[in-house]
C-alpha cells in the first residue's frame, strides 16, 4: 500500500476513505463505518502537555486520530517525553 500511494490516491481521498481502504487490507480486520467517523472505542485523549484520558495504551492496529498538532523538533529523546 506504500508503494502504492506514491503513484495514486488510496480511497476517495479525504481521511476516511484512507483508513476504510487501510482497513480493508488487514487481514480478519473488522469494517470501518465511515457514515459516522466512529472508530470504536477513545484509548487516550492529551491536550498539550496533560493527559485527560488514558485507557489503554495506543497498540499496533489501532487507528489514531489527531486534530490541531502542532510537532516540532526537539532535541529530547521521545523515551523521555512519554514516559508513563
Partial sequence: MFEK???TLIGDGAYAG???AA???APNATAVPIASGDYGYV???QNG???QRRVS???PGDIVEIHD???TNVDVDASELYAA
Fill in 5 to 7: 500511494s506514491k503513484k
Fill in 43 to 45: 484509548m487516550y485523549v
Fill in 49 to 51: 502537555a496533560s493527559m
Fill in 23 to 25: 482497513v480493508a487490507t
Fill in 57 to 59: 495504551e495506543i497498540m
Fill in 69 to 71: 498538532a502542532k510537532f
Fill in 18 to 20: 484512507f483508513v476504510q
